[in-house]
């Protein structure tokens, strides 16, 4: 059948094509279907599983759990806070044991101080004050009673049994000083230095030698009587050395005369002798020249506090150290404050030794009471040391314990961050294996069912 043409032989529909759209629905099976189904959600799950191994987590937008996601989040955030403070503690860790080891050197100091004051108490014999009077006894009378001067002057009484006059020894009488007891019938001696007094009241009769035995059992001053006869006394300590004879009607009389020294002219010393008072007449050389030890050591102990600080705070310079626990503010916040001390030799009461007089903040390492003062300011000073020494002790342990207890409180927040958050990996990778087996199993289902569609064609 030919085309229909015009009469000039067109053929429109050749030249005016008209566009014709056909859309062909293409109907599967519901083997294939339900194959193409089962192999988009295995293809799903198995994305999902492996972006969890791939990030470790299973939750990683609030779009996969509002409520996990933001607490994770909230915990994570209060770890690392917590983690930033750890940083502030540890600094605070080693400002507290760098004081602690300079209170440590700073004792080991004052140990040496003390050592040196002991050997300059040790040497005493150059400057004690020492006094000897004149000779009590003569030649002539130890040639009548065959005895040496000194048993001579020992064997004397003090006071004249028949007048006011001394006596001399003969072979048959002992002789005596001449102190007259006719009306002050009592006799006292009285021995001071320093803060110290020691008064004895003499009995009916005394001689020389119970004089000397209670001189030397006040424990203030010795005294003897040397081979010329004449009588010494030696003070115990570097004090100025009082020493005085009196009498009077009462015992009381006697010992208040005693302190004017009024009888001191009998025993061959000068009267008055208690009240000018005898002074050490030399210095120590070993204690001189234990000074600048002394000075050198004490000068130590300011320079070691100084340099006992870390990151710019020392507690030895009375710097106060702050460390934060936790990770609010306010009165929320916990934290520990640690006030340090300034320690300086000065605030020890440790002062620079001199020989001779002394002034504020100096002592004379040649006066006994000085060093005996030291002595004992020495000891107070340790005593204040190793209290601060505790102290500081004491907030170490508590700011460890709070180290310990910030990196453990740290590990437990991001672990239960973690619990709420993390995949576990061997169940997933248990999943995606799973699903690769069933991925592979859709395939194999979904080939079976386009075979049995093709079948079809086999009829043709």
């Not at 048993?151 to 048959?172: E, P």
């Not at 001199?354 to 004379?364: D, H, M, R, W, Y």
């Not at 409180?409 to 709420?420: F, K, M, S, V």
Request: aromatic share 2%; charged share 15%; no cysteine.
């Amino acid at each position: 059948m030919s085309p229909r043409r015009g009469q000039d032989g067109f053929d429109a529909r050749r030249h005016h094509p008209r566009r014709v759209s056909i859309m062909a629905t293409v109907s599967l099976t519901s083997g294939v279907r339900a194959a193409l189904g089962s192999l988009s959600s295995i293809k799903d799950a198995a994305s999902t599983s492996q972006f969890r191994l791939s990030t470790g987590k299973k939750v990683n937008s609030a779009v996969d759990d509002p409520v996990n996601f933001f607490t994770a989040a909230g915990l994570n955030d209060r770890a690392s806070q917590l983690t930033k403070n750890l940083d502030g503690i540890s600094n605070g860790i080693q400002t507290i044991t760098a004081a602690s080891q300079g209170i440590d050197s700073i004792t080991k100091l004052v140990s040496s101080l003390q050592s040196t004051i002991k050997q300059a108490q040790a040497d005493n014999a150059a400057n004690r004050p020492t006094k000897a009077g004149t000779a009590l006894a003569t030649a002539a009378e130890t040639a009548l009673n065959s005895k040496s001067l000194k048993d001579t002057v020992l064997d004397k009484a003090l006071a004249d049994d028949n007048g006011a006059t001394a006596n001399t020894a003969t072979a048959s009488y002992a002789g005596n000083l001449g102190i007259d007891t006719s009306t002050n019938t009592n006799v006292a001696v009285t021995i001071s230095a320093g803060n110290t007094k020691y008064t004895a009241a003499l009995k009916t009769g005394a001689t020389v030698r119970d004089l000397v035995n209670e001189i030397n059992k006040s424990g203030i001053a010795t005294a003897s009587v040397d081979d010329a006869g004449k009588l010494n006394v030696t003070g115990s300590g570097s004090n100025t050395l009082k020493v005085g004879l009196g009498s009077g009607t009462t015992a009381a009389a006697a010992a208040t005369d005693s302190e004017s020294g009024t009888l001191n002219t009998a025993l061959g010393l000068i009267a008055g002798d208690y009240t000018t008072g005898i002074t050490a007449t030399g210095n120590s050389t070993v204690r001189s020249n234990l000074i600048n030890q002394f000075n050198d050591l004490t000068a130590q102990i300011d320079q070691l506090a100084k340099d006992a600080g870390f990151n710019g705070k020392n507690l030895l310079t009375g710097d106060k150290l702050s460390i934060v626990f936790n990770e609010k503010t306010g009165t929320q916040q916990s934290k520990l404050d640690v006030q340090g001390q300034t320690i300086t030799a000065a605030n020890l009461g440790i002062g620079q030794a001199v020989s001779g007089t002394a002034t504020t903040g100096q002592f004379n390492i040649q006066d006994d009471t000085s060093l005996s003062t030291m002595a004992d300011t020495l000891t107070g000073a340790l005593t204040s040391l190793r209290s601060t020494s505790s102290s500081l002790g004491a907030s170490l342990s508590t700011v460890q314990t709070r180290q310990d207890f910030t990196k453990n409180l740290a590990n437990t927040l991001n672990a239960g961050a973690d619990n709420l958050v993390q995949a576990d990996t061997n169940q997933e990778a248990a999943n995606l294996l799973a699903l690769q087996t069933r991925q592979q199993l859709s395939q194999t289902a979904l080939s079976l069912s386009n075979q049995a569609d093709q079948a079809i064609l086999r009829l043709f």
